[in-house]
């Protein structure tokens, strides 16, 4: 696929499974992406008992660590060598990098603010591209990295998000919805109706109106912008639903000793709802791509973190700064 | 079950599926509980084409509609012998009373501020009852009468929803989760971490602490608390990812020629995952229990409605304004 050597910077903290998961999900990324070489940062000695191909992993030493539970601009101060500090400052100083981090949602953001910041008007922001009914993809943005948000944010979302559908997915001219509680233009929260009014003026926006919850993933657009808050809930709702149903329907099989016709359907609904690796997302606006991979990842979403970074890679115009439009 | 004679006020207008679905719903009411009368507000023609036991059945006539494209508070002087503001000003004239309707819910809200204010102070809300993964029903309140909340209102949600649990599913002390994009209490929108603080505060409320969107329906708490746009969009999401994973199973079913086994499966989970009923908003918080069914109600849901008045009218104290606390 991508023939040039491409590097990867691993923040191995930030999963609740430990440092072992992501180191385990390096190795996985070694040996199936022969164009990647890796930079892992965390502790050394730990790093070092991995019997990896030091010829293609570089390590960089970090002490302390930040949890969900610390605000993120004093953690900086505090523990300036974690390290999700210290994968940002590298990324910030090499080319053809991207990063990978299951760090706090917040530390990512003023991360990619000091390191990374692409255009000083535009915060960085956080999508995730999720499977939809029309057998593609949709972009929601942002999922959870800036929680209060203006309308003036919502409309840099539809840019970003419809930049990245453009150029990863080649749609020409991206649809883009505005998640609301009603399909009126007339409803939403002060926030949305006011975002509401500038979409339609925008005519770099190829805006087709606002959706609602039960169309979230519906495939009528390919671009879908909400607030942080919002959209955290549309990407939990949606896995949480998922995993209630294929639970509900596992229970179900078991009870009617229908095992040997549902377990297969159980596991065709399971990778296509693979949360693991959707609830992955992906830094828009950055100069460099970051994929920010859940608390509860393992070493599958670590590899998949990877495979999409690649694919960004070869696509690299998106992450150059220019402007697209 | 209830045996004293009850009044339902039935809005015939709101339905996607035009005034004939409620008509056909109000049909059901009657044949199946005897204990209640109908009053029927709408189209006087229309309904005495219907034959209905007309000792059953009083007429209120009504002229004029209002859409979801109309501002609730300007319809309510443009259109006052609409149906939805006929049927309320008769519900605050009515003892024993219940009222169900598919309008607006903006104009809902207008008219039970009008007319069925339990308490000056607490403006009454829309709460929705869904069956969460411990087999038993988590109260979401708001779903989408209030759209911005302040802090304050948050709390309102979760002493209403506290009660409805209390009296009518017999909860002794009812848990309360407020949604957020994380467990953490330094997670949230400024409103929701304002909120976080007074409910770790409010002795009368068993407070469990934030719930994020992958456990809304996981049974964790009893009442889930947030402002009427994030609980549209968990209600919402929540019906359209069922729809989403039914689509699916279905058509897996046809192309794998399994549907003897799994189209009985299909059959279970839509029946779990009702929507068309679960859907149903419930009015806390007003003097008169108000059903309001969704735009796309057809008679089963207007029948569903009137089966949880009669649940509520068996537990009329939650609705006499008395301070149970």
Redesign the interface.
């Known amino acids: 696929m991508f023939m040039e050597k491409y590097k990867i910077i691993i923040d191995t903290f930030g999963s609740d499974k430990g440092p072992e998961a992501i180191l385990e999900g390096a190795k996985l990324i070694l040996n199936e992406f022969d164009n990647v070489d890796l930079i892992i940062v965390g502790d050394k000695d730990l790093i070092n008992k991995y019997d990896f191909d030091f010829s293609r992993v570089e390590i960089i030493d970090s002490k302390g660590t930040i949890t969900?539970?610390d605000?993120p601009i004093e953690a900086f101060y505090k523990e300036p060598d974690a390290s999700i500090f210290k994968a940002f400052e590298a990324a910030s100083k090499i080319k053809n990098i991207g990063l990978i981090s299951a760090g706090n949602s917040g530390a990512l953001m003023v991360c990619a603010i000091k390191y990374l910041l692409n255009d000083k008007r535009i915060r960085p922001c956080m999508a995730a591209v999720l499977p939809n009914?029309n057998k593609s993809f949709t972009c929601l943005v942002d999922t959870?990295a800036s929680?209060?948000c203006g309308p003036n944010q919502l409309i840099n979302f539809a840019h970003l998000g419809s930049d990245f559908m453009r150029y990863l997915y080649k749609i020409d001219s991206p649809k883009v919805g505005l998640?609301?509680?009603?399909a009126?233009p007339?409803?939403?929260?002060?926030v949305?109706k006011e975002a509401y009014k500038l979409l339609v003026e925008d005519k770099n926006i190829n805006f087709i109106g606002n959706i609602?919850?039960?169309?979230?993933?519906?495939g009528l657009c390919d671009v879908l912008v909400c607030?942080?808050?919002?959209g955290?809930?549309?990407?939990?709702?949606?896995?949480?639903?998922?995993?209630?149903?294929?639970?509900?329907?596992v229970k179900?099989?078991k009870k009617n000793k229908?095992e040997e016709?549902?377990m297969p359907?159980v596991q065709?609904?399971m990778q296509?709802?693979d949360f693991e690796s959707l609830g992955a997302g992906i830094m828009l606006g950055s100069k460099v791509p970051v994929m920010k991979c859940r608390g509860s990842s393992g070493p599958k979403a670590i590899r998949n973190a990877a495979h999409i970074l690649l694919n960004i890679a070869m696509n690299k115009s998106l992450y150059d700064g220019e402007d697209k439009r």
Request: glycine share 10%; hydrophobic share 35%.
């Open positions: 969900n539970y605000n009914m959870g929680i209060d998640l609301s509680n009603g009126e007339t409803k939403g929260n002060k949305v609602e919850g039960n169309k979230a993933l519906s607030d942080g808050f919002a955290n809930q549309v990407l939990k709702n949606s896995e949480g639903m998922a995993v209630n149903l294929i639970t509900e329907i179900y099989a229908q016709v549902i359907l065709y609904l296509t709802y």
